[in-house]
């Protein structure tokens, strides 16, 4: 049993044929090369959520960061008080 290979393209074709590269990606994931070398894998929207679905991006990490408090600054510190005048 072989596996249908996937679809790479040039750069130059991938602009030329954007669309049917973003409708093929639907199905199974494209990779561009640049220079003969693999560049960008593209897949479909459904693919992407399907796989990153329970893993924590930095978005996810950065959001639940509190700033308020982190930078609640305290009354005067003594270094301060020690540089009035």
């Given at each position: ?43 479909g929207y459904e693919t992407y959520v399907a796989e990153s679905a329970g893993s924590v991006s930095a978005w ?20 301060m008080k020690s540089l009035e005048p």
């Open positions: 049993m072989s596996e249908t290979p996937i679809r790479t393209w040039n750069m130059h074709e991938a602009k030329d044929n954007l669309s049917r590269l973003l409708i093929d990606a639907q199905h199974e994931a494209q990779i561009i090369l640049r220079y003969g070398k693999p560049f960008a894998v593209i897949i996810d990490v950065f959001k639940e960061i509190r700033v308020e408090e982190t930078l609640k600054l305290s009354e005067r510190s003594e270094l």
